[in-house]
């Protein structure tokens, strides 16, 4: 029928194992020989919020934040976040 949705069999229930989203700025951190400081003054983000990232801490994710990291760091956002299982 016109404007319906289509669902498919697949549904998600609550204790379902879905995967994580997970933050890699550790690892390009590591290559790139950069500390939290470093980056913090060179994508002019506080200290707290790349500490967060670093961390892996991070609940929601700021476009905003994801930009100025691969514009410091010259990379993509699929190197920093990836979906793990």
Wanted: with cysteine.
């Amino acid at each position: 029928m016109k404007g319906d949705i289509l669902i498919t069999d697949k549904v998600i229930l609550w204790n379902t194992k879905v995967g994580k989203i997970n933050c890699h700025l550790r690892d390009i951190m590591y290559i790139r020989k950069i500390n939290v400081y470093q980056l913090a003054r060179l994508s002019n983000l506080r200290y707290e919020i790349i500490d967060r990232y670093y961390d892996n801490k991070v609940i929601r994710y700021d476009s905003n934040v994801l930009a100025k990291l691969c514009y410091s760091l010259d990379c993509s956002i699929s190197d920093i976040l990836k979906y793990d299982v």
